[in-house]
């Protein structure tokens, strides 16, 4: 099993990566949330990966952080829920969200995601609430102290640049999320600043 891949990025898209590791080009499918975090081609990457064996295809699956792969393999041990599934689930929410959404059985918000109705909401409810609620106390086993909206503004404005957008664009943007919602997580921030740019 190929648990991590450090390398060059060759190619990139949402929804998946080319990685150059030793000379081999592994194409690895990623959520959205690590395809935003992750730094353009040409620059080198570490991604935290899951081997997904079938009959017909060996496929591999990044995330950038520890957490997002240890969710996206509880959420594959789901009945209903394949990889695909999985990671439209993790492109639609962020893994602290998703902890926190799983264990006040918050069927709204699960409801929200796209692929997610009412009923796989209760099954996942069901399947990983007490999950859930073990890997949220190991990841934050104290209250956090909220990071300063400053040093979050400056990692989603990297994040842009990474992107291609224009930086007083993409400055405004971030300045006008962090206004309306300063406790905003990353990813949620990114997403929003991104929504924001679409409509300049």
């Known amino acids: 099993m190929i648990a991590q891949i450090r390398g060059r990025i ?3 898209e949402p929804g998946s ?3 150059e590791a030793n000379g081999l080009g592994y194409q690895i499918f990623v959520s959205l949330t690590t395809f935003y975090e992750i730094p353009d081609p040409e620059q080198t990457v570490t991604l935290h990966t899951h081997t997904h064996v079938r009959e017909d295809a060996l496929q591999l699956f ?3 952080r520890p957490l997002e792969k240890e969710l996206f393999q509880i959420l594959i041990g789901v009945s209903g829920i394949g990889p695909k599934l999985a990671l439209n689930i993790l492109s639609g929410i962020a893994p602290e969200e998703l902890l926190h959404s799983l264990d006040q059985r918050d069927m709204n918000r699960l409801q929200s995601v796209p692929g997610i109705g009412r009923k796989m909401a209760e099954r996942m409810v069901v399947d990983l609430q007490e999950k859930a609620r073990k890997i949220g106390l190991r990841w934050t086993p104290q209250p956090a102290e909220p990071r300063p909206a400053d040093g979050r503004a400056e990692d989603v404005l990297s994040a842009l640049l990474n992107l291609g957008y224009k930086k007083a664009p993409a400055e405004k943007a971030v300045e006008s999320v962090f206004r309306q919602t ?3 997580t ?3 921030a990114l997403k929003e600043s991104l929504r924001i740019l679409a409509t300049l």
């Open 62 to 64: 990044g995330f950038s």
């Open 17 to 19: 990566v080319v990685v």
């Open 10 to 12: 060759l190619h990139k």
């Open 186 to 188: 990353l990813e949620m």
């Open 182 to 184: 300063p406790d905003l």
